[in-house]
């Protein structure tokens, strides 16, 4: 298979500007690819739905049809475009400032070495944790396995979170190495530190309940009210 399509060419191509088809061709024959263009989907509707980005496109289409001007004939394209630019970020207010900042939704995927994202794994492969941190600075992610067992996975010791750098995408070190079995992956995030005890006993707590209703624990999801934010992927590890 072709070498993995940037987070830039997927941008393109959700937003209509690929001509060539050759995106739609790779995401279609490429699982890893084809689920982090969903993840963008799901940011960018998630995003265009918040009032301030609503208001933000109402007063460029205000400007827009304002101008009399032959060659503002653009300004159609460029609505289009702000849209789309405006759809992959979420609003934060900025305390006492006016107006908002812009920073990147949260999300959790697993890279391997060579840094390609990764949805299948064999025992003995490397791979790395990486999170979209959105505007928080602290990151939790447990682990759990196909017994229902769940472990804190980063950061790999402590009784807290893990501080990162709000809006970026973080690759989390160590690397990991993958044993037998799939795990399903839930990462918290918070602007406050969160316990790690305390984290676990809710996850736990998930697990027992949807085995109760017959579910499997690798279908568990993610607790709700726990710091302000949430992620999940799934890692099938297979022979």
Known sequence: MAEHLTRLELDEWLSGLDGSGRAERHVADCPACGMIAERMKQARASSLAQPRAKAVLARLEEKRARSARPWWSWGVPLVTALAVGLAMVVYVPRGAEDGVRLKG?????LLSVQGAPVQDARPGEQVTLAVGTGPYRNVLVLAVDESGAVDALWPGDGKASGTVEPGAEVRLSPALEVTPGSVALHAFFSDAPLDVEQVREALT??????RAKGQGPLEVATPE????????TLLRVVP
């Open 105 to 109: 939704t949260v999300a959790l995927w």
């Open 205 to 210: 707590a998930r697990v027992a309940e949807a």
């Open 225 to 232: 009210g726990i710091g302000k934010a949430r992620a999940r």
